[in-house]
C-alpha cells in the first residue's frame, strides 16, 4: 500500500524501490528516456546562443502537385506532355502556371527548385518521411521530423507549444507506414501539438487547449495543488532527472491550459474579417492565417497540411481516375484556394516585417509523370519535381536546378530530400553536425554524413 504522507520506500526483488520503478515507467510512457532528458538538459546551456531567431512554416503539400501543370511548364513538348495551361510571367526570374496568378506576384520572394528526386518506391508515405525527417524508416529507426528535432534542441520560447501541425496529422493515404510528422526516436514529448479541427469552422476551437468544461478554473487549481501536496511525500524521488521531467512536462501542459497568450494565439476572431477573406475562408486559407499569428506569438515551427489524405477529398493526386480527380478538377478546386492562401501568407509576413526571420517551404512527396494518363491525370513520380521556399535568409526570383524537356528526370544540379530538409536547418540556424540521442542513446546524425544545404538559395 502506498500513503501519500509517507516515504514509502517499499522494494521490490531487484532493490528498486517502487515509487522509482512507477515514477521511470511514468517517464517512458511520455516518450523520453532518462538519457535522453540528460542530453536535452546539456543542450539546454548553447540553446541561447545558437538560437537565430527565426521560425519555419512548412507547407506540406500532400498528394503531390504537377511539377508540368503549376512550376516547370514544358510549353514545347508533344500535347500528351505539356498539358492544357499556359505558362505566364512573374516578379521572379522564371516562369509559373496560369493557375497561379497570385503567386506570380510573389515570386520575387520565393525561389524553385526545380530538380528534387528520389529513388524509393513512389508511394506517398515514402515521400512524406523522406521530404521531413531526410530518412526512410529503415530498421525500426523512425527519424523525427524537422520541427520535432527543432523543438528538441531549442525547446519553446514561451508556453505555446515549440511545434504545431495544423490542421492535424496526416492520415492514410495508402502505404500504411509512418508519414514522418511525429518526433520518432526522441519520444512523444517532442511530438507536435495539434489542433485537430477545422480553422475554417464557425465554430472552431482548439479541443486540446481548454480543460473539459466539466472542470472549472477552481476545480482545476484544486486539482494542482492535490498535486502539490503528493509531491511534497515523495521528495527524495524528486531530484532525479525522471521526476524533474515530469514536472517540466505538467508544467508546459498547464501552462498551455491556463495561458491567456495561447487562448489568444488560436483565437482567429481576433483577426479583421478583411485578413481572414484574404487568406480564403476555407481550411487551407485559415491554417496559414493561424500559422502567422502563432509564429507571431513565438511558435518556432508549424507544419500546414494543404490535405489530409488522398481519399476522401479532391487533393493534389490527379490521377484522373475516382477517387482522385483529373488535371480540370485541380484547376477548378485546388489551385484557387491554394494560390489565395499562399499568397496571403507572404505578403501578409512581409508587410509586417516577419518573412526574413519566417521561412516558408512548400513540399511534396514528389512528382508528377511526364504523360498524361487515359484518365485525363497524371500519375506517381519521384523521379523529378518542384519545392520552394521563401523568407528566412531566402533570396527571392530565383531558381535551382533544370529538369530535362519534359521535366522527368534533372537535367542540372539534382537535389535530394535530404538537403531539402538541410535546406531547413540552415535557415533556422542548426549545425548540420549535430547529434540527436537515438536509439538506446546512441549519437544519431540531425542529417546523413556529407548532406548540405541548398546553398544557391541563400546569399
Known amino acids: 500500500m502506498i500513503t501519500l504522507t509517507g516515504r514509502g520506500s517499499t522494494t521490490t526483488c531487484d532493490g528498486v524501490t517502487r515509487r522509482d520503478f512507477l515514477q521511470v515507467g511514468t517517464l517512458g510512457a511520455l516518450g523520453l528516456s532518462v538519457a535522453q532528458f540528460n542530453a536535452l538538459k546539456a543542450a539546454e546551456t548553447t540553446k541561447a546562443a545558437s538560437d537565430n531567431g527565426r521560425s519555419a512554416i512548412l507547407i506540406f503539400n500532400l498528394g503531390a502537385p504537377s511539377q508540368l501543370d503549376l512550376f516547370d511548364l514544358k510549353p514545347d513538348a508533344p500535347r500528351e506532355v505539356r498539358g492544357p ?11 509559373l502556371s496560369e493557375l497561379l496568378p497570385l503567386h506570380a ?17 513512389a508511394v506517398h508515405d515514402t515521400g512524406h518521411q523522406l521530404l521531413q525527417t531526410g530518412r526512410l524508416f529503415s530498421g525500426g529507426i523512425n527519424t523525427p521530423h524537422a520541427g520535432c528535432a527543432l523543438e528538441f534542441l531549442r525547446g519553446r520560447r514561451n508556453e505555446l507549444p515549440a511545434h504545431v501541425i495544423l490542421p492535424e496529422p496526416m492520415g492514410n493515404t495508402g502505404g500504411g507506414l509512418p ?12 511530438d507536435p501539438f495539434s489542433i485537430h479541427a477545422d480553422p475554417s469552422r464557425s465554430d472552431f476551437k482548439v479541443p486540446d487547449l481548454l480543460p473539459p468544461t466539466e472542470i472549472g478554473e477552481a476545480r482545476l487549481q484544486r486539482r494542482r495543488e492535490l498535486r502539490d501536496i503528493i509531491e511534497g511525500t515523495i521528495r527524495n524521488f524528486e531530484s532525479t532527472d525522471s521526476a524533474r521531467m515530469m514536472d517540466a512536462n505538467f508544467a508546459a501542459a498547464y501552462r498551455l491550459m491556463t495561458s491567456e497568450r495561447a487562448r489568444e494565439a ?97 513540399l511534396a512527396e514528389f512528382g508528377r509523370t511526364p504523360k498524361i494518363n487515359p484518365t485525363g491525370g497524371r500519375d506517381h513520380w519521384p523521379a523529378c519535381w518542384t519545392c520552394y521556399f521563401a523568407g528566412g ?14 521535366a522527368a528526370y534533372p537535367a542540372e544540379r539534382p537535389v535530394t530530400p535530404a538537403e531539402i530538409v538541410g535546406t531547413i536547418y540552415r535557415s533556422l540556424g542548426l ?14 546524425p540531425l542529417v546523413d554524413f556529407g548532406t548540405q544545404p541548398i546553398r544557391e538559395l541563400f546569399a
Open 85 to 95: 495551361f499556359k505558362p505566364i510571367s512573374t516578379k521572379g526570374d522564371f516562369q
Open 105 to 121: 506576384k510573389v515570386a520575387d520572394k520565393l525561389s524553385l527548385v526545380r530538380t528534387v528526386y528520389h529513388t524509393a518506391a
Open 179 to 190: 508519414h514522418g510528422q511525429d518526433a520518432g526516436f526522441l519520444g512523444k514529448a517532442y
Open 266 to 362: 488560436f483565437d482567429l476572431s481576433k483577426e479583421p474579417m478583411s485578413v481572414r477573406e484574404r487568406y480564403g475562408m476555407n481550411r487551407f486559407g485559415q491554417s496559414c492565417l493561424l500559422a502567422r499569428r502563432l509564429v507571431e506569438r513565438g511558435v518556432r515551427f508549424v507544419t500546414i497540411n494543404t490535405f489530409i489524405t488522398v481519399f476522401d477529398e479532391i487533393t493534389w493526386d490527379i490521377q484522373g481516375s475516382k477517387p482522385f480527380t483529373s488535371i480540370a478538377g485541380m484547376k477548378e478546386i485546388v489551385c484557387p484556394m491554394y494560390d489565395q492562401g499562399y499568397s496571403a501568407l507572404i505578403e501578409d509576413l512581409h508587410q509586417r516585417g516577419m518573412l526574413d526571420s519566417t521561412l516558408v517551404a512548400n
Open 393 to 406: 535568409g531566402i533570396q527571392g526570383g530565383r531558381v535551382v536546378g533544370k529538369s530535362d524537356e519534359i
Open 431 to 444: 549545425d548540420l553536425e549535430t547529434h540527436l540521442p537515438g536509439p538506446q542513446g546512441r549519437p544519431f
